[in-house]
């Protein structure tokens, strides 16, 4: 391992065969679209399953980012407003994308082009941005995510 881990308030998933990160501000709807990607990802017979939410480890592995979670908080999503759920957990994954959640989707139109997400000392992600209001979030991720990777893994 190159440098050390953080705990950044965040939460992480797998979609497929990439690692997701989803940012943004607390009470901003992260685990809500995380969680609404999973259940997507997994109607169209994808993998997929929660790394941690709330509390995200990210570490550097020679050039990969790799989220991991916090033991006690393993399995478990926080739906605003709903409660506590458990939900198909792994220990760790290496993060491909970072998303951005946004409040309002009028905040700004149009993003800036290959925005990138810094995590201090650490490392970058590239960054798209998604509303956290869309109905469909996975198909907003997938849209962009073949631009960023070159394939869609759902």
Do not use: Y
């Not at 109607?43 to 939410?53: E, P, T």
């Not at 990969?64 to 506590?84: K, T």
């Not at 998604?130 to 962009?144: E, N, R, S």
């Amino acid at each position: 391992m190159n440098g050390g881990t953080l705990n950044i308030h965040a939460t992480a998933v797998v979609l497929g065969t990439r690692g997701i990160l989803f940012t943004g501000p607390s009470g901003s709807g992260k685990s809500m679209l995380a969680f609404a990607c999973i259940a997507a990802a997994r109607r169209q017979g994808a993998f997929a399953a929660l790394v941690a939410d709330d509390q995200v480890f990210v570490s550097r592995h020679g050039e990969q980012l790799v989220a991991s979670r916090p033991d006690p908080i393993a399995e478990l999503i926080e739906l605003r407003g709903s409660g506590i759920a458990k939900v198909e957990s792994i220990a760790a994954a290496v993060l491909d994308l970072a998303v951005a959640v946004i409040p309002h989707p009028e905040s700004e139109r149009l993003p800036p082009e290959n925005e990138r997400f810094s995590i201090a000392g650490i490392g970058e992600l590239p960054l798209i941005r998604i509303w956290q209001g869309t109905p469909d979030p996975l198909a907003v991720l997938a849209a962009f995510a073949s631009d960023l990777h070159g394939e869609i893994p759902f």
